[in-house]
C-alpha cells in the first residue's frame, strides 16, 4: 500500500508568520493528495487538496504545493493565526478511494 | 442534513467483551471506511466499503469485523475486545475522492 511520511511532527510559529508542513509519498499511481485539519477532540476536516494533474492550488491563506516527480508535497500557511493552531494531516490515495494517512503534524501559534 | 453519524460516542469495555460501533451518512455516498486515530500514528484504516454489498480490509484489520448493512450504514464490531484496542474510531464516507468524517467514538478497554 502506500506509504506517507509527514514533517515535523510538531511546529511552533509565531502569529503573523508562516507554516510549512512537509510530506512524501511511495505510490507513483497516487493521484490526490488532502489536507486534513483537526482541532482538539473534533473530527478531521478537509481545508484544501491537490490532484496529480496540478502543481499548486491557493485558497486564501493557505496553499498547497505537489512535486510529482520527487513524490513530494507541502503545505502552506501564511499570516499565522491563534485558529490554526490545531493538527494537520496529510494523505495520499491508493488503489482507487482509499487513503493512506501521513501521522500529523501539531501546529502551535503563538500570540 | 446531518452527514455522517456515529454512535456511541463514548464507551469503555473489559477484556474479552464484544461491541458494535454504528455510522450512517445521509449523504447518498457510495463508499464508507472505518479508521482509528491513535497518538503519534495518524488514521489507519480498518476496514472499507466501495458500495453496498461489498467490503475490504485496510492497514489494520485484526480483531475487527464490519457489515455494509445498506447504502446509508456501515457498523464496526469488536468481537472480543483487548487493550490494544483502545483508541478513537472514526467513520467516513465518499463518493469520489473527498471523504466527510463523523464525529469519532472514543473507545476504552480495561
Known amino acids: 500500500g502506500e506509504n506517507v511520511e509527514q514533517h515535523p511532527s510538531t511546529l511552533s510559529v509565531q502569529e503573523g508568520d508562516s507554516a510549512v508542513i512537509k510530506c512524501t509519498y511511495s505510490d507513483s499511481a497516487s493521484n490526490y493528495f488532502p489536507w486534513y485539519k483537526q482541532e482538539l477532540g473534533k473530527r478531521p476536516q478537509l481545508i484544501i487538496d491537490i490532484r496529480s494533474n496540478v502543481g499548486e492550488k491557493k485558497d486564501q491563506r493557505i496553499a498547497v504545493t505537489l512535486n510529482k516527480t520527487a513524490k513530494h508535497f507541502s503545505l502552506h500557511i501564511t499570516e499565522t493565526q491563534p485558529e490554526d493552531s490545531a493538527v494537520y494531516f496529510c494523505?495520499?490515495?491508493?488503489?482507487?478511494?482509499?487513503?493512506?494517512f501521513g501521522a500529523g503534524t501539531t501546529v502551535t501559534v503563538r500570540a | 442534513n446531518a452527514g455522517v453519524t456515529q454512535t456511541p460516542k463514548f464507551q469503555v469495555l473489559k477484556t474479552g467483551q464484544s461491541m458494535t460501533l454504528q455510522c450512517a451518512q445521509d449523504?447518498?455516498?457510495?463508499?464508507m471506511y472505518w479508521y482509528r486515530q491513535d497518538p503519534g500514528m495518524g488514521l489507519r484504516l480498518i476496514y472499507y466499503?466501495?458500495?453496498?454489498?461489498?467490503?475490504d480490509k485496510g492497514e489494520v484489520p485484526n480483531g475487527y469485523n464490519v457489515s455494509r448493512l445498506n447504502k446509508r450504514e456501515f457498523s464496526l464490531r469488536l468481537e472480543s475486545a483487548a487493550p490494544s484496542q483502545t483508541s478513537v474510531y472514526f467513520c467516513?464516507?465518499?463518493?469520489?475522492?473527498?471523504?466527510?468524517f463523523g464525529p469519532g467514538t472514543r473507545l476504552t478497554v480495561l
Open positions: 467516513a464516507s465518499s463518493s469520489s475522492n473527498e471523504q466527510f
Open positions: 494523505a495520499a490515495t491508493f488503489n482507487d478511494y482509499k487513503l493512506s
Open positions: 466499503s466501495a458500495s453496498e454489498g461489498t467490503t
Open positions: 449523504m447518498n455516498h457510495n463508499s
